[in-house]
């Protein structure tokens, strides 16, 4: 951003995004006026006192979490571990890419869609899967989980963010409970919405947008 002749600006990202913006925000807290996420994911420290009055709705995010390193984690622990051996599969086989893809749209996308093309258009969904497959990156795709296992950085402490953070929950998919992302980040605006799902900016672009303008449009220097 420096080269690009910005001196101050804001960061958005969600899922992966929303561990690498604050990160920014972290890294350049002079310059990034503001750090919106979504799909931001918050975890409970081990005290029990963080989860002893959890509201119902809260309680339910945290089930979320606790279901998804259960049962839909495959993905994760398989290119985290073993990148090169699925890439094969992958790069061999154009259902084997699109099913491995659209997998996580079935699951993650507004649990009121029947069908992911029913949350997203089905051309974005083809084209998303596409990029994967015509371009061969199923391999370094996958590594990039592998480097993150391995980064012992991942895991350290940090110091808690002090650039105003938004943060929109889609009540149908995130997890994300406020305490635990207030107690590792400055929280200003928090966003709960019944629609849409972990692909928000895809399947709810205009609440998406408007959200964001809400946030920054509520910063002042």
Do not use: C
């Not at 309680?59 to 495959?74: H, I, K, V, W, Y």
């Not at 622990?77 to 890419?97: E, F, K, M």
């Not at 893809?101 to 596409?130: G, M, Q, S």
């Amino acid at each position: 951003m420096d080269r690009l002749g910005y001196d101050r600006y804001g960061v958005q990202g969600g899922d992966i995004g929303a561990f690498q913006a604050p990160l920014v925000g972290r890294i350049a807290a002079e310059e990034v006026v503001g750090v919106h996420v979504n799909a931001l994911v918050t975890l409970p420290s081990g005290d029990p006192a963080e989860t002893a009055d959890l509201s119902e709705s809260e309680q339910e995010r945290l089930a979320r979490a606790q279901e998804f390193q259960n049962e839909q984690m495959g993905y994760m622990h398989v290119q985290g571990t073993r990148p090169q051996t699925i890439a094969y599969a992958l790069t061999d086989s154009p259902s084997g890419q699109l099913a491995w893809i659209i997998e996580k749209f079935k699951e993650w996308t507004d649990p009121a869609a029947e069908l992911p093309e029913d949350a997203v258009d089905r051309d974005t969904l083809l084209t998303n899967a596409a990029l994967y497959w015509f371009t061969g990156t199923a391999g370094s795709s996958a590594n990039l989980y592998y480097e993150t296992f391995h980064d012992p950085s991942l895991w350290a402490p940090k110091e808690r963010g002090t650039v105003p953070t938004g943060v929109l929950v889609s009540l149908g998919s995130d997890v994300a409970i406020r305490r635990f992302a207030e107690r590792d980040h400055h929280v200003v605006h928090w966003s709960e919405l019944d629609r849409g799902g972990h692909f928000f900016a895809l399947e709810q672009p205009e609440l998406f947008v408007a959200d964001l303008r809400e946030f920054f449009g509520g910063l002042t220097e």
